[in-house]
């Protein structure tokens, strides 16, 4: 079969853009776990209780959300687990996508959450709103739009 350039059956095709996706995952995986285990440490430390509300609830949410993209990163492994040797690898590749795009979006959030907390903490509030409101542009950039560009000059 010959597509793109690339003399390869569906099964070759699927095989590889698993292994792609798996490569991804693993980048991705990291920095989540690092920044996961950062937020469920801060409780422990003396400067916790110094917390208002405020930052109590974006603290939370981002525990949550980073939980969150943890486990949409981990979703592709384990589909592949409950469907292996089933002659589904298109059908895992294609949900392994799709989960790790959201992965993407919500580990975005993380970081502009995570970004938004320190800055509020160590300089201000109006200074962590507008710090992180230009992280999440900046990542909207780079990991939306780019992409995007590239997409359609080809």
Sequence with gaps: METDGR??????????NWNELLQELRV??????????????LPFQ????????????????????????TALIVAPVSV????????????VVTLGDRLT???????????TGATLL????VVGRTEGIVVSSCVLVLLAVVWVVLPEVLRRRS
């Design 101 to 111: 795009r959201v992965a993407l979006g919500v580990l975005g959030l993380v970081i």
């Design 28 to 41: 991705m995986q990291t920095g989540v776990q690092i920044l996961t285990g950062f937020l469920l440490t």
């Design 80 to 91: 592949h687990r409950s469907l292996f040797r089933k002659q589904m690898k298109a059908h």
């Design 46 to 69: 003396a400067r916790f209780a110094d917390l208002d509300s405020y930052q109590r609830i974006v603290y939370l949410v981002l525990v949550v959300t980073s939980v969150t993209a």
């Design 7 to 16: 003399s390869e059956s569906p099964a070759e095709r699927a095989d590889r």
């Design 118 to 121: 320190v800055f509020d903490v």
